[in-house]
Each structure stands twice: as structure tokens, then as C-alpha cells.
């Protein structure tokens, strides 16, 4: 079994890309880490951890994280946006690593793509052949984050100063996969990606 991660910065097309790879390879298994926080924002030992860190205010009179609000806070102070991170991608990662754990175990299942945004941000240790950095320019992931996010320019701008660099990202890839266009041309990119990676996995 052959691991990937894939990464790049917001509003390059990451989760369209993983859809694409599982297409390509119809027994891949994928570990999604945005799907992971969210599952760990409702749970109680974390709910504890951040009401610790953060406060009551950041629960509704449900006793649920007001997601809206912790996302300005940490959005608006990289202190706290880093403790927030400390305290989900530790969880996220040994998730990540025993969902791994469990597709190897299988003969069936050829590759485990990791969906990890922030991959190189948070040192995210895993032992993967391949790093798949997904792309696009920055006029293109303004305009996404304005017609999906429904973001001012303003909003949108900060949102991307706050990343680590594309092209820091890009650097350190082993492949880096350009999504600026439509659908089927990031579809025919992950299509070659993966019979050449497969392939060679064939062959190795």
C-alpha cells in the first residue's frame, strides 16, 4: 500500500482532488483532517480542553463550540490559532496514522491518501512516498474564496496572508499539481499522477 498526502493552501482544490484520486483508484481509502477536527469538536474531552483555553464564551447555550466564533478568534490572533492547533492535530495525526494502520492491513486497499491542509505547518510526521501539493494562482483562490465562502476581498486576502506561502509548499513537494482551470484538466493531472504512481508501485 502506497501512502500520499495532499496538501496546498485554502482554495486550491484539495478536497477536489482527493474525490479525484479515489475515483482514479476505486479501493483508496481516505483520511480527511478537516473531517477529523470536526468530529473532535463535539467531543467532551476536547470541548473541556478548549473551555479551558478559551472560555464559556465560545459555547452556545446548546454547550456546543460556536465554531463561527472560535473560527474569528484564532482567525484574528496566531497565539491562539496555535493553541487551538495544539490541542486538535495531535489528535488529528494519531488518527490519521490508525486509519493507515487499518487500510495496510488489507491487500486490497492500494493507496491511503491523507488529506492534510496543513501539512507542513504543523510538522505533521507520516511516513508517506509521495507529497501532492495542489496549486492554483492567487487571482483564482480570491475569487473562490469570495463565490464559495462567500467572503469580502478584504476577508478573502487575509485568509490567504495567514498561510504559510504557496510557494514554500510547492518547493517542498514531491509533486506539485496546478488547478487554475476546470475540473477535467485537474481531473486528466490526478489521473496521470496515480497510473504513475501505481505503476511504479507495480514495479517496485
Not at 7 to 14: E, S
Not at 191 to 204: A, S, W
Request: glycine residues 4%; proline residues 3%.
Amino acid at each position: 500500500m502506497k501512502t500520499i498526502v495532499v496538501t496546498g493552501g485554502i482554495a486550491t482544490g484539495k478536497s477536489t482532488a482527493c474525490r479525484l484520486l479515489l475515483e482514479a483508484v476505486p479501493r483508496a481509502v481516505l483520511f480527511d483532517c478537516d473531517v477529523r477536527v470536526h468530529e473532535l469538536l463535539t467531543n467532551e474531552t476536547i470541548k473541556q480542553r478548549i473551555e479551558a483555553e478559551f472560555g464559556e464564551d465560545v459555547f452556545t447555550e446548546e454547550n456546543e463550540i460556536d465554531r463561527p466564533l472560535l473560527g474569528e478568534i484564532v482567525f484574528a490572533d496566531a497565539d491562539r490559532r496555535r493553541s487551538l492547533e495544539g490541542i486538535l492535530h495531535p489528535e488529528v495525526r494519531d488518527s490519521c496514522l490508525q486509519a493507515r494502520d487499518e487500510a495496510s492491513r488489507s491487500d486490497e486497499t492500494p493507496l491511503f491518501v491523507a488529506d492534510v491542509p496543513l501539512y507542513y505547518e504543523t510538522d505533521f510526521s507520516i511516513d508517506a512516498e509521495r507529497v501532492l501539493v495542489i496549486a492554483a494562482s492567487r487571482d483564482t483562490r480570491l475569487r473562490r474564496l469570495e463565490d464559495r465562502a462567500g467572503l469580502d476581498f478584504e476577508n478573502a486576502e487575509r485568509m490567504l496572508e495567514i498561510q504559510m506561502p504557496l510557494e514554500q509548499k510547492m518547493n517542498r513537494a514531491d509533486r506539485v499539481i496546478w488547478n487554475d482551470q476546470d475540473i477535467e484538466a485537474l481531473k486528466k493531472q490526478i489521473y496521470y499522477f496515480t497510473l504513475l504512481e501505481l505503476e511504479n508501485q507495480n514495479h517496485g
